[in-house]
């Protein structure tokens, strides 16, 4: 069973950087049926796709985050993590790692979400 | 990449059938056959109850269907009952490793 666990500060300030973390157990991060994502969700609404990275190192964002926003792996620790600059009030987010299965490209493991509040 | 667009509530008594529509573009929805739904409750992450459209994952009842015409898809839930309340949401591949989901609908079984 794939598990995946978020990890990384609670609050972050406006300007600031954000960084997250997201160990996976029970499967590797280089295994070809699936790419590893990252998802958001603000409070009280739905689901945002942010971006994903597939074993060969390749990440794609959501068109409008991608400047902001820099996911990468280190296939030694079995990790990916996320990045996000210039954080604003916007960012406000549960944040969740996930696991997309390739040929289905559907979401078959969530992490359990990691609350990141951005205020000064 | 827009959000997929879904009506943010339905309802439906119980024992009844209710269908969430997701309309999407040509270049998700419409052009792929990779649409997914899931089921969020509260306090909880999102699962996986539909993928390839109409493929049930694996202790899903067959309550529980998908469809897809054009660039728009749709769940539907027969014979409701209270564990159905939810939060339902879609997604659709879009490309280069990316996905896209619609905004959710709260269903409410009265």
Known sequence: QVQLQESGPGRVRPSETLSLSCVVSGASIIDQNKYWGWIRQSPGKGLEWIGSIFLDGTSSYKSPLKDRFAISADTSRNEYSLRVTSVTAADTAVYYCAAVRRFGDYVSSWGQGLLVTVSS | ?110
Do not use: M
Not at chain 2, 34 to 59: C, F, M, N, T
């Open chain 2, 1 to 110: 990449q827009s959000a997929l667009t879904q009506p943010p509530s339905a309802s439906g008594s119980l024992g009844q059938s209710v269908t969430i529509s997701c309309t999407g573009s040509a270049s998700d929805v419409g052009y792929y056959d990779l649409v997914s739904w899931y089921q969020e409750k509260p306090g909880k992450a999102p699962q996986v109850i539909i993928e390839h459209i109409d493929k049930r994952l694996s202790g899903v009842p067959d309550r529980f269907s998908g469809s897809k015409s054009g660039n728009t898809a749709s769940l539907t839930v027969s014979g409701l009952r209270t564990e159905d309340e939810a939060d339902y949401y879609c997604s659709s591949y879009a490309d280069r490793n990316s996905l896209v989901f619609g905004g959710g609908t709260k269903l409410t079984v009265l």
